[in-house]
């Protein structure tokens, strides 16, 4: 698995970003899933994390203001 993020796409909101989720087989890369966030978020994507076992993603969204507080994301 291969998991890249984008963290200024615009699929689900402007600047919202998004993760792209591939399997590699045969060495190419084919795409399984598009996440997006869950909610408003700005920078969705930046960190990504896939587990050494591929079944795990853990992402951030740098931008996203929580709690009044900037880039807590």
Do not use: C, K, N, W
Not at 17 to 25: D, P, T
């Amino acid at each position: 698995m291969l998991a890249v993020g984008s963290p200024f796409e615009h699929r689900f909101g402007v600047d919202s970003g998004a993760v792209h989720v591939y399997r590699i087989a045969g060495g190419v890369p084919i795409l399984e899933t598009v996440v997006g966030p869950g909610e408003d978020s700005t920078a969705y994507g930046l960190p990504v994390h896939l587990s050494d076992d591929g079944q795990r993603l853990a992402t951030g969204a740098y931008l996203t203001d929580a709690d009044s507080g900037p880039r807590a994301g």
